[in-house]
């Protein structure tokens, strides 16, 4: 049973160092997603900004076409004055020509004000174009450094997956399927020390009883809190 319990820590050792690898990896793969992230909303921001530029020169050339017809119709009825027969309709025709004026005058202010947003979004879109710009580059040359990290940690994952191959082999079946599945159910630590009595997987103690059994190191105990497997650890001594 020692040599077991002491297979069975070596184990734990190297699946620690497996996890701790593979958490390498995803805190990598998560900040070049974060950066991605960013950059897509920025992206999408330019965008919004590009199609508000779009439809409002959609609307500038609307209301130009309309000042066109308007000073059409102007012309028309300046014409018509010349021949008008009665006052009334003299009235008539310079209250038209009037409104037509006004509505044109306003068109004209529309188009001021579409011109300036235009302006001010077209200052954004390449603002932030270039931040996009540099945020990708830096992206591009962040990304080629956790590649290489990426390949290294999972060459020497390999390696340990190996060296754990070979382990878990020299471990009787019964005990291998139980850490197994306690390493699965147990965030990666299926056997733990116990320290003062104390488990170190989940920090609770255990009865004086099973800490005098988990001593003497003949038996494989499991703690009856988080149900790791458990072995004696000593205190270690403080510098
Ligand atoms: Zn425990």
Same mark, same amino acid.
């Given at each position: ?89 003299? #009235? ?31 200052? $954004? ?7 996009? $710009? ?46 197994? #599945?306690?390493?699965? $159910? ?9 320290? $003062? ?12 009883? #099973? ?29």
């Amino acid at each position: 049973m020692k040599e077991d319990l002491s297979r069975l820590i070596v184990l734990q050792e190297i699946d620690l160092q497996i996890k701790r690898l593979d958490d390498e990896l995803a805190t990598g793969q998560a900040d070049i997603q974060k950066r991605q992230d960013v950059i897509d909303e920025r992206k999408d921001k330019i965008a919004k900004y590009a199609a508000t530029i779009e439809s409002s020169d959609t609307r500038r050339i609307e209301l130009e076409a309309e000042i066109e017809a308007e000073l059409v119709h102007i012309k028309d009825r300046q014409s018509k004055l010349m021949n008008v027969q009665t006052n009334r309709e003299y #009235q008539s025709l310079l209250k038209e020509i009037e409104e037509s004026k006004k509505n044109n005058k306003r068109r004209e202010e529309e188009i001021v004000g579409l011109m300036e947003q235009n302006e001010s979004l077209q200052k $954004k879109v390449t603002e932030q174009g270039n931040v996009c $710009k540099s945020e990708e580059q830096l992206l591009a040359e962040a990304g080629e450094k956790v590649s290489a990290l990426i390949q290294e940690t999972q060459d020497k994952k390999l390696k340990f997956e190996k060296t754990r191959e070979q382990q878990a082999k020299k471990i009787p079946d019964h005990l291998r399927r139980r850490y197994d #599945q306690l390493l699965a $159910k147990r965030n990666g630590l299926a056997i733990t020390g116990v320290t $003062k009595g104390v488990c170190q997987g989940c920090f609770m103690n255990i009865p004086p009883q #099973q800490f005098n059994e988990v001593l003497k190191g003949e038996q494989l105990l499991s703690c009856p809190t988080c149900q790791r497997m458990m072995f004696h650890q000593p205190e270690a001594k403080e510098e």
